[in-house]
């Protein structure tokens, strides 16, 4: 038997996360009038699960299961693929961060990483 990339406890606690990810997506709405203000609290969702599953891929699995989560319920401006890839681009972005900044433990570092998975989103909304 072939030994697995992720544990199925792993599996669950990011699963757990992307559905948190899309719930404070939808339950913190803030009119700031900032434009990307509300990924400031899923990017910290993201950069936590990232933490606790330190391998590479789990961001990108949290950005593509909350996109596949977000998409079924009709969340985003643009439609629902540029949803699912906003979210996955998302993951991805902050997976291709941890790969330059391994130190998740040190907050800049950390809020780095978060900035520049958020400019994911950017590039796919704008791109």
């Not at 199925?8 to 559905?19: D, G, K």
């Amino acid at each position: 038997m072939t030994q697995r990339y992720f544990s199925t406890f792993q599996l669950i606690l990011l699963a757990l996360f992307a559905a948190l990810v899309v719930v404070a997506k939808i339950a913190l709405r803030l009119p700031l009038q900032l434009s990307g203000h509300s990924g400031i609290f899923w990017m910290a969702i993201i950069v936590v699960a990232a933490g606790i599953v330190p391998k590479s891929g789990a961001a990108t699995l949290v950005g593509l299961t909350s996109g596949i989560l977000a998409t079924f319920l009709g969340m985003g401006d643009f439609g629902g693929l540029n949803t699912f890839l906003s979210y996955t681009m998302i993951g991805v972005g902050t997976d291709l961060a941890l790969l330059l900044l391994r130190d998740l433990e040190n907050l800049t570092m950390a809020a780095l990483v978060g900035a520049l998975g958020h400019f994911g989103k950017f590039l796919v909304k704008w791109g």
